[in-house]
């Protein structure tokens, strides 16, 4: 995985390595910070029939601040602008929804494949 910046930047650097990261790996990424639903959506990807929602969380200490930050209340929002990107897209003809979190904290950068199922 790139290496990310420890600057203002860390967010969107966090994001580009994770996308470059998930495009190594064979997924195709379909959007990046999609609006809508009332939350946002930091990288959609998608491989075969599997969606994949991915929220990155970058931090410049090592404190387990980033995982912590991805609150019910977050997943909530997340799961919310899921549907609503789903039903913007059906032409995607996803069968699978997974939501992962990829936490990155003083550079250790760590992957929650099916971090959390879809929160109402």
């Given amino acids: 995985m790139p ?3 420890r600057t203002a930047a860390l967010g969107p650097a966090a994001e580009a390595a994770v996308s470059s990261s998930l495009k190594q790996d064979g997924w195709r990424i379909v959007a990046t910070n999609w609006r809508g639903g ?23 200490r090592r404190d ?5 930050a991805v ?7 997340i799961t919310a602008a899921a549907e ?3 039903a ?3 032409q995607l003809g996803a069968d699978e929804l997974s939501f992962c979190v990829v936490t990155i904290e003083a550079g250790h950068v760590e992957w929650w494949i099916d971090a959390f199922d879809a929160i109402y």
């Fill in 3 to 5: 290496k990310v910046p």
């Fill in 38 to 60: 009332g939350g946002e959506l930091d990288i959609v990807a998608q491989r075969g029939a599997l969606l994949r929602v991915v929220e990155v969380k970058a931090r410049s």
């Fill in 64 to 68: 387990g601040s980033a995982l912590a």
């Fill in 71 to 77: 609150s019910r209340t977050k997943q909530r929002r």
């Fill in 84 to 86: 609503a990107f789903l």
């Fill in 88 to 90: 913007a897209h059906p």
